[in-house]
């Protein structure tokens, strides 16, 4: 799987977008990304996944560069309860091999303020 | 529809004694993996069974087992416990779906090893 690289922390002030970035140079073309967050002492949440097409659900938007080498989740309103530990996760389809897990790094904290 | 469920939520052990954890998929999932997550780390894949089976496996030693059940749920083994083995232990599960699964996780299980 590709490696990622993300900032250790950032701010972002309630009621505002937080766009949280991910660098991902290495990433093939059959990788997916995927971002999943972690509120304190509590299990991963996912959040979205995408390919190449820019992705929105309920939660979140996600947005990949053309080239694919890195992407941006966005979280349109962000609330205090948004404060939590997002990880980035490159991963190939699941079909065999190595892909089966999820390799985390240590994630962005991204803290909303009041 | 209930997530994926973990017990206990909190253990206390001593050094060398055996400790059994368990994890129930979310419903209509068939695909249970186990993670391991240090104070301030990323989780770390210990490994995934599907269809009784262990599918893959992480860099972690032949004292951490696992099993999986026919109604999918599953259990993790530790023996010989190490104050090193003090760590969240997070369960997840999956359904495949045209090559691609995405994980949803439990709110883990706290081990302490005195």
């Known amino acids: 799987d590709a490696k990622t690289t993300q900032p250790t922390s950032m701010d972002c002030a309630e009621g505002r977008a937080a766009n949280l970035p991910c660098n991902h140079s290495t990433i093939s073309g059959n990788e997916y990304v995927y971002w999943y967050r972690q509120i304190h002492s509590q299990g991963p949440q996912y959040i979205i996944h995408g390919l190449k097409n820019n992705e929105t659900n309920e939660m979140a938007s996600l947005i990949i560069t053309e080239d694919r080498k890195s992407s941006t989740l966005i979280l349109p309103h962000a609330t205090l309860r948004d404060t939590a530990v997002y990880y980035c996760?490159?991963?190939?389809?699941?079909?065999?091999?190595?892909?089966?897990?999820?390799?985390f790094g240590k994630g962005t904290l991204l803290t909303v303020n009041p | 529809d209930a997530g994926v469920t973990q017990s206990p939520t909190h253990l206390i052990k001593t050094r060398g004694q055996q400790v059994t954890l368990r994890c129930s998929p979310k419903s209509g999932h068939d695909t249970v993996s186990w993670y391991q997550q240090a104070l301030g780390q990323g989780p770390q894949f210990i490994f995934q069974y599907y269809e009784e089976e262990e599918r893959q496996r992480g860099n972690f030693p032949d004292r951490f087992s696992g099993h999986q059940f026919p109604n999918y749920s599953s259990e993790l083994n530790v023996n010989a416990l190490l104050l090193g083995d003090s760590a969240l232990y997070l369960c997840?599960?999956?359904?495949?779906?045209?090559?691609?699964?995405?994980?949803?996780f439990g709110p883990g299980t706290r081990l302490l090893v005195l």
């Open positions: 996760i490159v991963r190939g389809l699941y079909s065999g091999g190595s892909n089966y897990k999820l390799t």
């Open positions: 997840a599960s999956s359904l495949v779906n045209q090559g691609w699964e995405t994980q949803y």
